[in-house]
T-cell receptor, first 109, second 115 residues
Framework: GNSVTQMEGPVTLSEEAFLTINCTYT??????LFWYVQYPGEGLQLLLK?????DKGSNKGFEATYRKETTSFHLEKGSVQVSDSAVYFC????????FGKGTRLHILP | DAGVIQSPRHEVTEMGQEVTLRCKPI?????LFWYRQTMMRGLELLIY????????DSGMPEDRFSAKMPNASFSTLKIQPSEPRDSAVYFC?????????????FGPGTRLTVL
């Protein structure tokens, strides 16, 4: 069946550091891929998505590229801010959506 | 624009009591999802509806849990009787439809504590 694996956290970085959160998937067919973010005390909200191979999703300085050859959708940001501290979820949707376990990110000032 | 609305935001109850969580999806969305989030198990899909019809309830833990969607603008998740292990944050989400490209929009969640 379909599955999503993302790197375990927590990830702790200093402000302005480069961020990568790895996400790989297993799927049949042609799923869409998503990154959601959850700030403390809130529900998940969409950060970016890509619906077909080689698509790049981007938002708020974050980006991720749908790589079919490596079955990956890694999240990157060139310079993180304290306000980026949150939990990030990689997700796949073929039929129903499947979420990874989440990666907690701490950014130190 | 109103997002997904959930009530109550917090619920504290005693073991054995009935608990009802409520959700109002975004107007015009045809799919509605109920999730449970805990530290141990992460985010779990409990059930989802499309056009008010339950499509997949394989994530519902046991018979104590039930969900209904009587119309396009309202859904409930009921736990009867509640147990301490049901303590979690319950999220409702909606999407335009159930196609793979559709984004899910989450409510703020209900934090349930069962004593």
């Amino acid at each position: 069946g379909n599955s999503v694996t993302q790197m375990e956290g927590p990830v702790t970085l200093s402000e302005e550091a480069f961020l990568t959160i790895n996400c790989t998937y297993t799927a049949t067919g042609y799923p869409s891929l998503f990154w959601y973010v959850q700030y403390p005390g809130e529900g998940l909200q969409l950060l970016l998505k890509a619906t077909k191979a080689d698509d790049k999703g981007s938002n708020k300085g974050f980006e991720a590229t749908y790589r079919k050859e490596t079955t990956s959708f890694h999240l990157e940001k060139g310079s993180v801010q304290v306000s980026d501290s949150a939990v990030y979820f990689c997700a796949l949707r073929g039929g129903k959506i499947i979420f990874g376990k989440g990666t907690r990110l701490h950014i130190l000032p | 624009d109103a997002g997904v609305i959930q009530s109550p935001r917090h619920e504290v109850t005693e073991m054995g009591q009935e608990v009802t969580l409520r959700c109002k999806p975004i107007s015009g969305h045809n799919s509605l999802f109920w999730y449970r989030q805990t530290m141990m198990r992460g985010l779990e899909l409990l059930i989802y509806f499309n056009n008010n019809v339950p499509i997949d309830d394989s994530g519902m833990p046991e018979d104590r849990f039930s969900a209904k969607m009587p119309n396009a603008s309202f859904s409930t998740l009921k736990i009867q009787p509640s147990e301490p292990r049901d303590s979690a944050v319950y999220f409702c989400a909606s999407s335009l439809d159930q196609t793979p490209t559709d984004t899910q929009y989450f409510g703020p969640g209900t934090r349930l504590t069962v004593l």
